[in-house]
């Protein structure tokens, strides 16, 4: 059963439930995003010390963020953060299900300087054949037009137009100015101070604005999808299935996505075994690598 005492106000969810976003204000406090904030700092710190390339050298994907996958493995500092059960409360309250898992998490940090990010929705690059997903976002020291804030394209988690792979890797992802996906919709712009997080929905239309502040845009964001979401089509592989085994049509519950929500206080999972190779981006490999692209 869901909290008895819920997290989200009902004006939250009816938010999210008409845009496929909402910024709940206020979840975090000043202790959490020192404490936190700092302990996404080092892990991404260790992760992306051994990258030689100048800023110019790296892909368009690369010139958008640094982007450290499941910090929650290798960095126990922040698995507090990434099962945190006020925002993963929320993330299940604002979906409507009693329980959810980590598809992963991931620090995005969007340096001085950074391109924007590109058009997209999340859904077609996980293997899920129930699009019961929701992402957590967190601007330890806010996000503005200035520094790389989101905008999400109202209601398009509920546009019935077929929905093509939007290639924000190699590509520019969707045109919202004269594509079809987005119906013509300008995307809205969501300025968020430091211990709100914002929510959207796996089917959202969202980017983010570059960074032309003088500071590195410091987010960390968690997936989370319904407890008992299934893995969809062959051939289609993510880490976040292939490590723990999972075959097509069995339900996606393994070691590498665990519960988060609900949790006991103080109880967080174990340390999977690493990726074997290391993959790129996740614990264990390096995070660069211009010839793979990353999840």
Not at 151 to 179: A, M, Q, W
């Amino acid at each position: 059963m869901l909290s008895a005492m819920p997290i989200v106000s009902p004006a939250d969810r009816k938010t999210f439930e008409e845009n496929g976003y909402v910024v709940v204000r206020g979840l975090l406090s000043a202790d959490e995003l020192a404490r936190f904030g700092a302990a996404v700092d080092r892990g991404v710190a260790r992760r992306t010390g051994g990258d030689p390339r100048p800023f110019e050298a790296r892909s368009r994907y690369e010139q958008s963020f640094l982007q450290c996958i499941n910090l929650w493995e290798d960095c126990e500092d922040v698995r507090p953060l990434t099962f945190h059960q006020g925002i993963a409360g929320a993330a299940a309250e604002l979906l409507g299900v009693p329980a959810i898992r980590i598809w992963h998490d991931q620090a995005l940090y969007k340096e001085a300087g950074g391109r924007g990010t590109d058009p997209h929705h999340d859904q077609a690059y996980w293997p899920l054949a129930e699009a019961n997903t929701i992402t957590a976002w967190i601007a330890f020291d806010g996000a503005d037009l200035e520094n790389g804030c989101m905008g999400y394209v109202p209601g398009s988690h509920r546009f019935d137009e077929k929905r093509d792979f939007p290639n924000i890797f190699t590509s520019t992802g969707f045109d919202l100015e004269k594509g079809a996906v987005s119906r013509g919709i300008p995307p809205r712009f969501e300025i968020v101070k430091a211990g709100d997080v914002a929510f959207h929905h796996g089917l959202t239309i969202h980017c983010a604005k570059p960074n032309s502040s003088a500071r590195t845009r410091r987010t960390h964001t968690m997936i989370y999808f319904a407890d008992g979401s299934t893995r969809r089509r062959a051939g289609f592989s993510h880490p976040s299935v292939d490590r723990g085994g999972i075959e097509v049509g069995q339900a996606v519950a393994s070691a590498v996505t665990p519960i988060a929500y609900p949790r006991a206080a103080g109880d967080l999972p174990a340390t999977p075994p690493p990726p074997e190779p290391p993959i790129p981006g996740w614990p264990g490999g390096n995070t660069w690598n211009p010839e793979v692209t990353t999840f």
